[in-house]
């Protein structure tokens, strides 16, 4: 069983939070981390692949502690935010460079490209210059680098940033796929929820370094109608939009700018 479970986890940047955490756990299947920008995502991340250590608290990952251990980070699969991708190589090369610094001797490391690029749906594409690979090509070439060993969990960075609607398309089904027919365990983040809603039912949700909420996707959209909301309007004529919303039974109250008259 999969569970990375963080307890009274805080990662500091100076004087900055880049997280902070009471609990978390995070069971089988696919998760999916929603924030915007900036919220924490990538610092989760890189606390549980063991790239950086937590400042405060501890996290388990596949029962151990991740950070200065590379046996476990070899069952971990980063496919990180930023593209690491060589435009020169073609894709070919860059998995075996993957794979030489995993140590897959290279008659299994040939093997296991080839089936790497058959489940991204990357056959045809494997002899060509990763610089003539559009956006949503460049994402699944990070997929396979991140499950080119074979994981036990994969960790999804904002897989889906900068795709087109087809190239969202095809990694949403990359991602599924990965979990139903292969068995990876899979956490991915987005900062759009309708995205993560597509992927999975099992959200975490982190906003200004916290986890805010947990949780099925439908639970957290009902939380998120229950809170109000600050809505700024700006009209010539404000009195007769006033007398509109006051009739709103789902309007609580209107408050005129201080500037305005």
Partial sequence: RIRPLAR?????????????????????????????????????FKLVSGLIKP?????????????GNPALMARIGLCPDYDNLNDE???????????????????????????????????????????????????????????LHEPELLLLDEPLSGTDPLGRREIID?????????????????????????????????????????????EIRDLIDQHPHNIIVEADRLDDLVKRFVEMDSVVSVTFAPDRS
């Fill in 8 to 44: 009274t986890l805080s990662k500091w940047y100076g004087e900055v939070i880049g997280l902070n955490v009471l609990e978390l756990t995070i069971n089988p299947g696919i998760t999916g981390v929603v924030g915007p920008n900036g919220s924490g995502k990538s610092t989760l």
């Fill in 55 to 67: 400042s405060v608290g501890t996290i388990t990952v596949l029962d151990q502690n991740p950070w």
């Fill in 89 to 147: 190589h073609t894709a070919r090369y860059f998995l075996r460079i993957v794979g030489g610094l995993h140590g897959i001797p290279r008659p299994a490391l040939d093997k296991r490209i080839d089936e790497v690029f058959s489940i991204v749906g990357m056959t045809d594409a494997a002899d060509r210059r990763i610089g003539g690979f559009s956006k949503g090509m460049r994402q699944r070439m990070k997929i396979a680098g991140a499950m």
């Fill in 174 to 218: 990359l991602v599924h796929l990965l979990y139903r027919e292969h068995g990876h365990n899979v956490i991915v983040s987005s900062h759009v929820l309708h995205e993560v809603e597509r992927l999975t039912d099992n959200v975490v949700v982190v906003y200004k370094g916290r986890a805010v909420a947990t949780g099925h996707i439908r």
